[in-house]
């Protein structure tokens, strides 16, 4: 176990009102796995890294990070724990080589060693073509790359990962994901936030689903999802969806029900007895299809379930 | 130990961003230029003196203003590099944040006495004599001046976080506090005695008294010690908003 907190909380005080932002987490994250927290903006999840970077002071609750307790010795913590932030860290005018000497130096660490590891995180992170020039230079895909060898260069037993894709292009995002499992398979332990559903699934060896300031599900996609039995079918209807959920709401085979902007969404045992079933019921009713799709549960699902929405709709998330 | 490699750090960096990017050192240098060679000559006549003793009266107050102006405004890169994140990237390293504070007004305290240097250098031909040993006196006062300022600027920088909100905040500040200092010309009447209320009379004073070779003048043990009290409380506030947790 690498980190473990116990109802951590923080509420923001300003002019405009008081905001919850975290109410009372409790997780716990294993040595060497990649740990996603998954949640649309807003969900709590950059304040509740930000705590556990020893940015933000707790109102409440406690946590251990790598063997240092957050609240009672902070600059341990510290030494122990690599942070990138979501919008970039760098000075323009510098270079990342320059970046990554001068980052190493800020944790101790003498000229001759600061220049032996910036040269070997440049190979490792494939930042050569690049990493004697001015930050300023860079791409978004380059600059996330150097962010996060410089949150890695003092070598730390965990590195928080603040939306490490946020706005890359599906290339430079599948690169990040590679460095991510890299890092983890070097035995380092990371902690990521990401409004993506699909990168909660594939990167992440387990998931905590944070919503209003709470974590609402933990486990690993799988377990996540066999939370959700069965199948799901997403019917499309123009306008009619109030009039079909009174009509599937109490059918025997439907488990639930949850309605759509432009439809209705059911869990089901078995898509392949209930699609005719409710394909009758809805003709005999003389409502009219636009689509039906059957899919298995997806993280999305296990979201909605929980939250009573989709977190393709709140926000961004995708 | 920790403290003086960490500031030493802090400084040597951002002494690198001023020389790749010295601009700014050099539009710091253009306003008092200006005041010393476009309204320096007209002195000798409004305040009928010789001309050695026009320019031993006015560069000291001009080596004031440049410490106020040339400090005062160091806030707005600190916001620049609040949103660039590097601040944070920082906070989360075990780096002292005393040192994150004193690195940049040390780069402060230098840059404001190498264009201090400059503009005496500029000022020996016009008249202007000091010895070496009250000069050095001056430019210490004028150090700490700068650290006072820089440390304001940087506190009040943590705290607005938005060029919108300081910019106004030090030009309300910054004026009254120049016009009541006597820098440009001898307070008299009631402004002196509102004067004798702001510590950079004190400093203008003092810095005068040494220029006329006079380091005995109360003035200038009394700016000494307001300037330190000062800078040492702007200092402990502005190392404070750099360690508090702010979102």
């Not at chain 1, 990493?131 to 260069?153: C, E, F, H």
């Not at chain 1, 300031?213 to 377990?223: L, Q």
């Not at chain 1, 759509?260 to 005999?284: C, H, M, N, W």
């Not at chain 2, 944070?88 to 007004?105: A, H, K, N, W, Y």
């Amino acid at each position: 176990m690498i980190i473990e907190t116990k109802g951590l909380r923080k509420t923001f005080r300003s002019r405009k009102g008081t905001v919850e932002a975290v109410r009372g987490v409790d997780l716990v994250v294993d040595e060497g796995e990649i740990f996603g927290f998954l949640g649309p903006n807003g969900a709590g999840k950059t304040t509740t890294l930000r705590m556990l970077a020893t940015l933000l002071t707790p109102d409440g609750g406690a946590a251990t990070i790598a063997g240092a307790d957050l609240r009672r010795a902070p600059g341990e913590v510290r030494r122990r724990i690599g942070y990138v932030a979501q919008g970039g860290c760098t000075w323009d005018e510098v270079s990342a080589r320059e970046e990554l000497i001068y980052q190493a130096r800020l944790y101790g660490v003498d000229k001759a060693e600061a220049r032996r590891r910036a040269e070997h995180a440049i190979g490792a992170f494939q930042l050569e073509a690049f990493a004697d020039r001015p930050t300023k230079t860079y791409s978004g895909g380059q600059r996330r790359r150097v962010d996060i060898a410089l949150g890695v260069i003092h070598q730390p037993r965990v590195v928080f990962l603040d939306e490490p894709t946020t706005g890359l292009d599906p290339q430079s995002r599948a690169h990040m994901w590679d460095e991510v499992r890299r890092l983890r398979d070097e035995g380092m332990s990371v902690f990521i936030t990401t409004h993506y559903l699909d990168e909660a699934d594939a990167l992440c060896d387990r998931i905590a689903i944070m919503d209003h300031g709470e974590i609402v599900a933990e486990g690993t996609s799988a377990e996540l999802k066999r939370q959700i039995a069965g199948d799901v079918v997403t019917v499309g209807l123009d306008g009619t969806a109030p009039k079909a959920a009174a009509l599937l709401e109490g059918e025997p085979y439907v488990n639930r029900l949850e309605t759509l902007d432009e439809g209705l969404r059911l869990y089901v045992d078995s898509g392949a007895t209930a699609i005719p079933q409710i394909l009758r019921a809805l003709d005999g009713a003389g409502i009219a299809l636009a689509s039906i799709e059957l899919h298995r549960p997806s993280l999305d699902d296990v979201f909605l379930a929980q939250t009573g929405r989709s977190l393709r709709d709140s926000g961004e998330g995708a | 130990m920790k403290l003086v490699r960490d500031t030493w750090m802090v400084f040597t960096r951002q002494m690198t961003l001023v020389l790749r990017n010295p601009v700014w050192l050099i539009v710091g240098i253009m306003q008092p230029l200006y005041f010393l060679l476009l309204f320096g000559p007209l002195l000798k006549g409004a305040l009928r003196m010789s001309a050695e003793d026009a320019y031993r009266f006015f560069v000291p107050g001009l080596l004031v203003q440049l410490a106020m102006f040339g400090t005062l405004f160091v806030g707005f890169g600190l916001i620049a590099e609040l949103r660039a994140g590097v601040i944070e990237r920082m906070r989360v390293t075990p780096v002292s944040r005393l040192s994150l504070l004193l690195g940049r007004s040390l780069r402060d305290i230098v840059t404001l006495l190498v264009q201090a240097a400059l503009l005496t250098a500029l000022s020996l031909p016009f008249g202007l004599s000091v010895r070496l040993r009250d000069l050095v006196l001056a430019f210490a006062l004028l150090a700490l001046i700068a650290l006072m300022l820089s440390a304001t600027s940087y506190a009040l920088a943590l705290k607005l976080r938005s060029e919108d909100a300081l910019a106004p905040l030090m030009n309300a500040v910054s004026m009254p506090i120049l016009l009541l200092s006597g820098i440009l010309l001898p307070l008299s009447g009631w402004l002196k005695r509102v004067g004798e209320w702001n510590p950079f009379t004190y400093a203008v004073n003092a810095s005068r008294a040494l220029f006329a070779g006079d380091p005995g003048d109360a003035n200038v043990w009394k700016a000494l010690v307001i300037v330190t009290v000062l800078a040492v409380a702007a200092a402990v506030w502005a190392a404070r908003s750099f360690a508090r947790s702010v979102r």
